[in-house]
């Protein structure tokens, strides 16, 4: 790997603990003005001394995120469907990675639908972007999701995850699900999870907890942070439990205290 390649995601990590945590607020690229994103700004400053790097929109960077700001940037790349369509998540590219330079990524992210009808494209999309990021040592983290009815279970998050991999990942984000260890041991390059719909925080600690047990090297978590009661005490409790290994229990009352202040 080049220099810069190697220094572009070693910057996505702690260098203490080796882990990560990705804020990821890109979500509007498809969703819109969803709840707790409608002012980015203000959910963004008071988290970023907490973040290993902010996944968010071409548009969302320039709009949002002052330029002095020091957090590395996952610049989400594809799109092309919103929630109002049956297709969602057929993307394409929506970023050039000339763009993605000039805003100083350190790292792109694309979404591929495996088991969708329409694959295909988003698979050959996401090795167009790598074909282009590798050029210039920029990392592409592969945002995977599966095709409706297929099942978020080990089997098919470990085909998604690998095939990602196997066409040029240098990271992927799947989502947590049982026997996780299998969605690690096979994807051969890092894994974080995406957190998902916002479910309770002890239960969110308990997934974050889990996946970094499983080999996880992070999580690339938004609405169970930004649409938490507290983000500030969540992102908190979720740095706990990824960076200084506590228990979910310790991260929960960490949860509790600081939300209290
Ligand atoms: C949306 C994304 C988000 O980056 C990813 O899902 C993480 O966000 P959340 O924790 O809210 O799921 O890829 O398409």
Wanted: charged share 20%.
């Amino acid at each position: 790997m080049s220099w810069g390649m190697n220094n572009r995601l070693a910057n996505l990590f702690n260098p203490q603990s080796g882990k990560t945590i990705f804020f990821a607020v890109d979500h509007g690229y498809f969703m819109g003005p969803t709840t707790g994103l409608k002012q980015l700004d203000k959910v963004i400053n008071p988290l970023l001394p907490y973040m290993d790097a902010l996944m968010l929109t071409r548009g969302a960077l320039r709009q949002y995120v002052p330029t002095d700001m020091r957090v590395p940037i996952v610049l989400r790349v594809s799109g092309g469907t919103s929630i109002l369509n049956k297709n969602l998540l057929h993307e394409g590219i929506t970023v050039s990675m000339e763009d993605a330079i000039r805003l100083n990524a350190a790292a792109v992210a694309f979404s591929i639908l495996v088991g969708a009808e329409f694959e295909r494209d988003t698979l050959l999309g996401f090795t167009q972007v790598v074909n282009e990021a590798e050029r210039y040592g920029i990392p592409v983290l592969a945002v995977t999701a599966v095709g409706k009815g297929l099942g978020k279970d080990a089997r098919y998050l470990s085909l998604a995850s690998r095939i990602a991999a196997e066409l040029g990942a240098r990271m992927v984000k799947t989502y947590y699900c049982d026997d996780f260890e299998h969605v690690v041991s096979s994807c051969p390059v890092p894994v974080v999870i995406a957190g998902g719909k916002k479910i309770p925080e002890l239960d969110a600690l308990t997934m974050a907890r889990n996946a970094i047990q499983a080999g996880a090297v992070g999580v690339d978590m938004g609405r169970n942070i930004f649409q938490s009661e507290n983000p500030v005490a969540m992102m908190q409790a979720v740095a706990a439990v990824v960076h200084k290994n506590v228990s979910v229990q310790e991260a929960f009352d960490l949860f509790n205290e600081l939300k209290n202040h």
